[in-house]
């Protein structure tokens, strides 16, 4: 027998029985990673994907020490939308059919409250929900959690993303200390890491497959004359049509006229830099982290500090006098497992700088001719689209009550619905492009937490 075997874990005979009749027989990479360890206790973080067999992971260790004859809340799985929680359900149901009369209740907004009210009295081992709604029914003593053994964080990165991260903190503000606590990421930003920090006991770290690699920048460099400098960029951008993609520049100025270029040319591009105001560049950074912008223009001092994981490409516009920023500035490329991209723009004057990065990098450098320009390019445009609303933390505004605004009563699906981001008294919410008018019509149509509030496509 293998030991990625299901059979090689001490679980019931009946969970055994159980695996086998769904055809789990072998366990997938994740699963056999962190399976023995949850088994026994441990708190976890593991990295892993959509689709690598994650639920099945949590859903079989929250299941395990489950008592049925007590009807109170044992575990509790947040997911940062309504599809992924009734999807996360259907699983832990089918794995649940082993023993008997497992409840497993869903609680998410955009339905309505009254009804998960009566289900919660007739009481439930198992809810999984999205954080506004449970922590409503938290704050509304519908939900009590202090019986609780397992607390699972899904898709964590996701729900950061969301602006999520103080209703989860006030949730598990709410539960037995002595809980078992597994968080699920894709990715590992540093939002994650405060949080587990903040919230898990000594936890175990479960990578499947390694996310970074030095290797996977690819370098490319481009002699031009000075003249054309512009042109260079607007012709790689509809070359390789990679977005987001940050273009560093040297100046202020040469910021902002590469980014009214871009633009003319119907490149999606805003210029980042210290003469912006804070409302501004709150909101240019919020439409550049929800992909509503695909080239984000910026002084290095402008990006000093951001957190822009997962970029496809970096452009040096002009090569750095410091040939360390310029390691920094390329290693901002390169995404999760996929090869990042790193072109920079090299003038004769500045071959000085290119020499002192060949040196620091310890290798020749791989210079390329630049691609034919396109006569007409098409525009380059980002696949989301964000809706300001004229409200925000101060005025007591919840991601959770923007996402129901859009998904809930036959709106729009969760998966069209991207980052939220909340400041003191404007929120910011990306959806998919091709929804952006219907989800604009029903937010200002439509009433958020209870008031009709301004709404613009931005």
């Not at 004769?348 to 034919?372: D, F, K, T, V």
């Given at each position: 027998m293998t030991t990625n075997a299901f059979a090689s874990l001490p679980l019931s005979a009946a969970m055994q029985a159980n695996l086998a009749a769904i055809g789990y027989a072998e366990m997938t990479p994740i699963q056999a990673a962190s399976l023995p360890l949850i088994l026994k206790g441990r708190d976890l973080i593991a990295q892993a994907k959509t689709g690598s067999g994650k639920t099945a992971a949590f859903g079989i260790g929250l299941l395990h020490p489950l008592n049925p004859r007590y009807f109170g809340c044992q575990a509790l799985v947040l997911c940062p939308t309504r599809e992924l929680a009734d999807q996360v359900a259907k699983e832990i149901r089918r794995l649940a059919r082993a023993a008997d009369n497992i409840k497993v209740l869903t609680l998410c907004g955009g339905v309505p409250f009254g009804p998960q009210i009566g289900s919660l009295e007739h009481g439930a081992h198992v809810i999984v929900g999205t954080p506004g709604r449970i922590q409503e029914h938290l704050r509304k003593g519908t939900l009590k959690v202090d019986g609780l053994n397992t607390l699972v964080l899904d898709e964590a990165d996701r729900m950061l993303d969301m602006g999520f991260v103080d209703s989860i903190s006030e949730i598990i503000e709410q539960t037995p200390a002595r809980r078992q606590t597994l968080l699920f990421s894709a990715t590992y930003p540093a939002g994650i890491e405060q949080l587990a920090a903040r919230f898990l006991r000594t936890p175990e770290r479960v990578e499947v497959e390694a996310q970074h690699d030095d290797g996977q920048i690819e370098q490319r460099f481009y002699e031009i004359a000075p003249a054309q400098r512009m042109e260079a960029v607007s012709t790689l951008l509809r070359h390789f049509r990679k977005q987001p993609v940050v273009a560093f520049c040297a100046t202020r100025q040469q910021c902002d006229e590469l980014a009214a270029q871009l633009e003319a040319e119907k490149i999606s591009a805003a210029a980042l830099h210290g003469d912006l105001e804070q409302r501004d560049r709150d909101q240019i950074l919020a439409l550049f982290a929800n992909r509503s912008l695909s080239v984000l223009v910026a002084t290095d001092v402008a990006a000093r500090g951001?957190?822009?994981?997962?970029?496809?490409?970096?452009?040096?516009?002009?090569?750095?006098?410091?040939?360390?920023?310029?390691?920094?500035?390329?290693?901002?490329?390169?995404?999760?497992?996929?090869?990042?991209?790193?072109?920079?723009?090299?003038?004769?004057?500045?071959?000085?700088?290119?020499?002192?990065?060949?040196?620091?990098?310890?290798?020749?450098?791989?210079?390329?001719?630049?691609?034919?320009?396109?006569?007409?390019?098409?525009?380059?445009?980002?696949?989301?689209?964000?809706?300001?609303?004229?409200?925000?933390?101060?005025?007591?505004?919840?991601?959770?009550?923007?996402?129901?605004a859009l998904t809930g009563d036959a709106g729009l699906p969760g998966s069209q619905v991207g980052k939220i981001a909340l400041f003191d008294y404007q929120a910011y919410v990306a959806v998919e492009r091709d929804v952006a008018r219907q989800a604009l019509k029903r937010l200002s149509e439509g009433k958020i937490k209870g008031r009709s509030l301004r709404v613009r496509l931005l």
């Open positions: 951001l957190d822009i994981a997962g970029l496809e490409m970096v452009i040096n516009v002009e090569l750095s006098r410091d040939a360390e920023v310029h390691i920094h500035r390329i290693g901002r490329s390169g995404r999760a497992g996929e090869k990042g991209l790193a072109l920079s723009l090299v003038a004769p004057a500045e071959a000085g700088r290119a020499q002192a990065i060949e040196a620091l990098q310890g290798r020749e450098l791989a210079w390329y001719p630049l691609p034919a320009a396109k006569a007409s390019g098409e525009p380059l445009l980002p696949p989301m689209h964000t809706l300001c609303i004229a409200a925000g933390r101060k005025d007591k505004l919840r991601p959770g009550d923007i996402l129901g």
